[in-house]
């Protein structure tokens, strides 16, 4: 249930309304808006005492029911939308975010060059990955603990903000000091006690849809980290397992048209793991910026074709300036139409 307070509504008001919620056994979440203050109540309105009764408060404008099954990241809860700030970094409400970066980092030199030459084009959010999930056994996992030195050491060197993928809850303590945000890959999307425990390191999070989720368990999972105490979340569309070969995945540009709609949090485009190959990164991130998108998560590499995973789709670092260029229009128009 989502209780609407009266414009004129005091602090005291939001007080003594939140403590009723709690004695209806809910848990009260206090948004402020520009013209309203909403109170969201997370709870079973199932075993829980219905609350209805609120309505007839003086300072309560309307009681209303949630019918999807989130709650804290729809727009119902949160009618503008959320910007995150990463280290000064500003993701949604108009603010398009480029967040790249190699699959996976392999050398300290392979890593160091590709941040190098992404700041000098304007990147400041790097897609470090010292943790990667194979489907098989015998592909290449990361350098795991000594990926996270040499993260450390580029990022104090450069001055960047390092995303990095979590793949269960002992590596949210082992990067806690050296990342700025915490990724969920596709694999791990509907991971519960992951996405619990991550929520608790209090860090924003990139959450990648699953390979086969729906818009709604996409979002639904988004509503664990929000419950859990998270509230720096972002959405991250990377396509959908398909029987078409011709693309890697199927990139779902409806799904992000819905997001945008249905939820206040940013929502993010990986045109690379879509893609599958080199040619199409571009077109597929201008198609999710006309969609929506309030950033793009791109694969860059100093040599691509030498890369350890994924060496089809990554983008040569040395010439990121240059796609970003090729980018310039369309990201403008977001900003313009946000």
């Known amino acids: 249930m989502i209780i609407v307070l009266k414009t004129h509504a005091t602090d005291a ?33 199932l075993s829980n005492r219905s609350l209805e009764v609120l309505g007839n408060l003086p300072i309560v404008e309307s009681v209303m029911p949630v019918q999807q099954r989130y709650k804290l990241v729809s727009r119902e809860y949160h009618p503008d939308d959320t910007v995150i700030t990463v280290n ?17 980092i392999e050398t300290a030199d392979q890593f160091r060059s590709a941040v190098r030459d992404l700041k000098a084009a304007g990147v400041t959010l790097i897609r470090a990955m010292a943790f990667k999930p194979r489907t098989s056994p015998y592909d290449f996992q ?34 806690h000091d050296t990342a700025d945000v915490l990724q969920i890959g596709a694999r791990n999307a509907q991971n519960y006690d992951l996405l619990e425990s991550v ?11 699953g390979m086969a989720s729906t818009v709604e368990e996409w979002l639904a999972a988004a509503e664990y980290l929000l419950v859990n105490g998270c509230s720096n979340v972002m959405l991250c569309e990377r396509g959908l397992r398909s029987f078409d070969k011709s693309v890697r995945n199927l990139l779902d540009l409806g799904g992000v048209a819905v997001a945008k709609q249905e939820t206040h949090l940013p929502v ?25 998108a309030d950033g793009l998560v791109i694969e860059a ?6 890369a350890y995973s994924d060496a089809a789709q990554q983008l040569p670092s040395a010439t990121f300036k240059q796609t970003l260029d090729e980018l310039a229009p369309w990201i403008a128009l977001a900003r313009a139409s946000r």
């Open 13 to 45: 008001d939001i007080q003594s309304v939140s403590e009723l919620v709690r004695t209806l056994r809910y848990q009260p979440r206090v948004i402020r808006g520009v013209e309203r203050t909403v109170v969201a109540c997370i709870g079973d309105e």
């Open 88 to 104: 000064g970094t500003p993701i949604g409400g108009g603010a398009i975010a480029i967040i790249a970066g190699p699959c996976a």
């Open 142 to 175: 990361g350098l795991k603990a000594d990926a996270i030195s040499i993260m450390r050491d580029v990022k104090a060197e450069f001055g960047v903000s390092m995303v990095t993928e979590i793949l269960g809850p002992a590596q949210v303590e082992m990067v």
């Open 199 to 209: 929520a608790q390191a209090r860090k924003p999070v990139l959450l990648k849809r």
């Open 268 to 292: 993010l485009v990986d045109p690379s793991h879509a893609a599958g190959k080199r040619s199409l990164v571009l077109p597929l991130a201008k198609a999710a910026l006309g969609a929506g």
């Open 301 to 306: 590499h100093p040599n691509p074709n030498e």
